[in-house]
């Protein structure tokens, strides 16, 4: 069986975007015009196709990144049909982790812009989130059907705030109520949108008032075009100006290298634009074939692999993400980077060194399903029948293993306490957080060892709102929740040295453990910087062995680490988990009949105990960013309750009609503050926050905590 579709004709992209700057209805769009589906969805009136959970309908934002398979023939009539994997994200900030995994495996994207905000708090965070996976991107101005909608307005916050990179690729004609078309500056022509859903497209003349700034834009187009390219730049010194073919071809590798970022604009509500954002789409953004080959480990032996995007390569896949779904019980999305995989044949997880059979692959339409047999390189579908791969997990041929990079993701920062409400809610609540927490690694489950009581943690009251309400609907779970509580850290400011020893004498055999550490703060490392042997590293923990002449048997040493962590994840303040540590184990002592691995991993955790006390320790709390929108009228009363709250404000700047005002501020203090943002602005305030930075916690609010703790 061969592929239906060739590489080049193959285009994975997300589109990505703040909260209610359009993106759902654009993916609604996109799907109308490729004849993915025939009547169109309004988030508005909650039936759109890729917010397919009923807690996205009710509320209107998107949840979970849906993927959905269409296809494209370009507006200008050529025969050639494109295959698009389009991967719809979330905008709220709670759901952050929805963009992030998807950036990792997409080949491109689509930022959506509100045409009377421009650039807001998410469309930063998600823009870094695709600088770091190296990203192409075009951005699309929408809604300029809006009351208060500038195009000019909001490409400047682009090039104040995201990047310099982006250039004016279209100009509208008309803003507003008047808003009417967009001006194509390479092919200097006007585009209207007509007919059922504006699918007939007409090509007119620019209309005389723009002509001049058109001209202008179209000079400042060129320009940064061709000084990617000596020859180009060379001709057009001397007065040649490239073909626009050759223009769309320069073009192209300059947005593949990440050094244009081509602006388009319209309105997708209104129907006007998107066409031609899809045939940028083709034009611009990378099919597989663009990229550089993708990187991977040899678990064996460390060294770097490289895998092509060709079928003719050992298979090798990400998986990206988890989706318990009602009918068909687990589905494993996954992107395929090289090679092919076939229903019911068997794959090798790099990860945990497992092997697997793929029961069915299924492509998307968003909640509808389509059975494959084979999918090949390039290609993103969905696995059923996988047990034990997680997100992030690889996947690959088992006669050529490799281990791609992980994703990264965020620490959560909220936390709630949950208990069952029946006995039969018990066993069904543990089943339920296990498949949550599966589908989303920000979503973290815990026991309280002194209470036994569960306790959730995720990035925000909505997500932890959204996980309880999921439960009950898809897992008939009913269960009581607390009130939200900060997730604070500990850490150590100092150094310092200690020695632990666990000796205990009773009949017959008796315990003998002792160790010696030195303790400081965890310093971050240089990225691709070599770690030692005797070294073992995570994100907030560092563990050196630097035991000589077998003062301590090799059999304790994994012991001694685990009593350490277990130490750690007590805290020695008030109890929460300490973070940034490095323990440096130089020396101890051990009984030939008596010693035991449990004495070692007691006299490590006493060791880390009174180490941690003496090294000056502190509690941490994460400080968010905010930025709150409101009248200029009320903006004295805002930046006034933020100083109160122990915030600071960093910024104020105009937006549309009113003042955006951004700061940051400790997480603890902003429980509830939307309710009180509403009642200081007659209701017309609104705000966006995401975790900035765990910072230490002001000596009297320390001592408030660990009062509360005893």
């Not at 709670?94 to 812009?113: H, P």
Request: with cysteine; proline share 4%.
């Amino acid at each position: 069986m061969n592929r239906d579709y060739p590489l080049d004709k193959v285009r994975n992209f997300g589109i990505i975007a703040h909260i209610d700057a359009g993106k759902t209805t654009t993916s609604e769009r996109v799907l109308f015009y490729t004849g993915a589906q025939h009547k169109i969805g309004e988030v508005h009136e909650g039936e759109t196709t890729t917010d397919w959970m009923e807690q996205e309908r009710e509320r209107g934002i998107t949840i979970t990144a849906a993927a959905i398979t269409c296809f494209w023939g370009k507006t200008d009539g050529s025969a050639d049909k494109y295959r698009f994997n389009v991967i719809d994200t979330p905008g709220h900030i709670d759901f952050t982790v929805e963009v992030k995994r998807s950036m990792r495996v997409l080949d491109g994207a689509i930022t959506v812009f509100d045409g009377v905000a421009g650039v807001e708090p998410q469309s930063e965070t998600n823009w870094r989130y695709a600088d770091e996976a190296n990203v192409p991107r075009l951005c699309f101005i929408n809604k300029l059907d809006r009351t208060g909608a500038s195009f000019e307005r909001s490409y400047a916050s682009i090039l104040d705030r995201l990047s310099k990179k982006a250039v004016r690729m279209q100009i509208p004609v008309g803003e507003e109520g008047a808003h009417d078309g967009v001006v194509d500056l390479l092919t200097m022509k006007a585009y209207g949108f007509e007919g059922e859903m504006g699918k007939q497209i007409v090509i007119k003349d620019i209309p005389a008032e723009l002509v001049e700034e058109a001209k202008k834009y179209r000079a400042e187009l060129v320009e940064r075009i061709v000084e990617h390219d000596e020859a180009a730049m060379n001709a057009y010194l001397e007065g040649t100006e490239p073909s626009v073919e050759e223009l769309k071809k320069l073009l192209r590798k300059a947005v593949i290298a990440n050094e244009i970022f081509p602006v388009f604009c319209g309105s997708a509500l209104k129907n006007k634009g998107v066409q031609l954002v899809l045939d940028g789409v083709v034009d611009y953004l990378p099919s597989p074939l663009d990229l550089p080959p993708v990187k991977g480990i040899d678990p064996k032996t460390g060294e770097e692999i490289i895998r092509h995007a060709s079928d003719e390569e050992p298979f090798t896949a990400l998986a990206f993400k988890l989706q318990a779904d009602p009918f068909v019980g687990q589905l494993t999305f996954f992107r395929v980077y090289a090679g092919s995989i076939e229903a019911g044949s068997y794959i090798y997880n790099a990860t945990t060194g497992t092997k697997e059979r793929v029961g069915r692959i299924v492509r998307l339409q968003a909640d509808k399903r389509e059975e494959v047999k084979k999918v090949f390189a390039g290609e993103i579908a969905a696995a059923v029948g996988l047990k034990d791969t997680k997100t992030s997990h690889t996947l690959c041929a088992e006669d050529a293993p490799i281990i791609l990079e992980t994703i990264k993701f965020p620490e959560p920062v909220v936390s709630l306490r949950i208990e069952p409400k029946t006995k039969a809610d018990q066993e069904k609540m543990g089943v339920a957080l296990r498949k949550l927490s599966d589908e989303d690694p920000t979503f973290r489950v815990s026991s309280d060892e002194e209470t036994g009581e569960t306790l959730i943690s995720g990035m925000g009251e909505l997500h932890l709102d959204i996980i309880v309400d999921r439960m009950k609907r898809e897992f008939n779970v009913e269960a009581n929740v607390g009130k939200p509580q900060v997730a604070y850290r500990e850490t150590i400011l100092g150094s310092a040295e200690a020695e632990g020893k666990y000796i205990k004498q009773t009949g017959g055999k008796g315990q003998y453990g002792h160790v010696k550490i030195r303790m400081k703060r965890l310093e971050p490392v240089e990225e691709g910087a070599k770690i030692q042997k005797n070294v073992t590293r995570e994100d907030h923990f560092e563990f050196i062995n630097n035991i000589k002449g077998g003062a301590i048997p090799g059999e304790f040493i994994n012991p001694i680490e685990k009593g350490i962590r277990e130490a750690m994840a007590r805290g020695t303040l008030a109890g929460f988990q300490m973070v940034d540590i490095s323990v440096d184990l130089y020396d101890g002592s051990f009984h030939d009949v008596d010693s035991s691995e449990i004495a070692f991993k007691i006299a490590a955790s006493m060791a880390f105990q009174e180490a941690a006390q003496k090294a000056k320790p502190v509690i941490l709390e994460p400080v968010m960013k905010i930025e709150v929108v409101v009248p200029e009228k009320f903006m004295g009363d805002i930046t006034g309750s933020i100083s109160g709250k122990r915030g600071q404000v960093e910024g104020m700047e105009d937006r549309g009609q009113n003042k955006a005002i951004h700061g940051k501020v400790p997480l603890s203090e902003m429980f509830g503050y939307t309710t009180t943002l509403r009642s200081m602005t007659e209701g017309r305030g609104s705000m966006t926050m995401e975790f900035d930075h765990y910072e230490v916690v002001p000596t009297n609010v320390a001592q408030e905590i660990i009062a509360s703790r005893k």
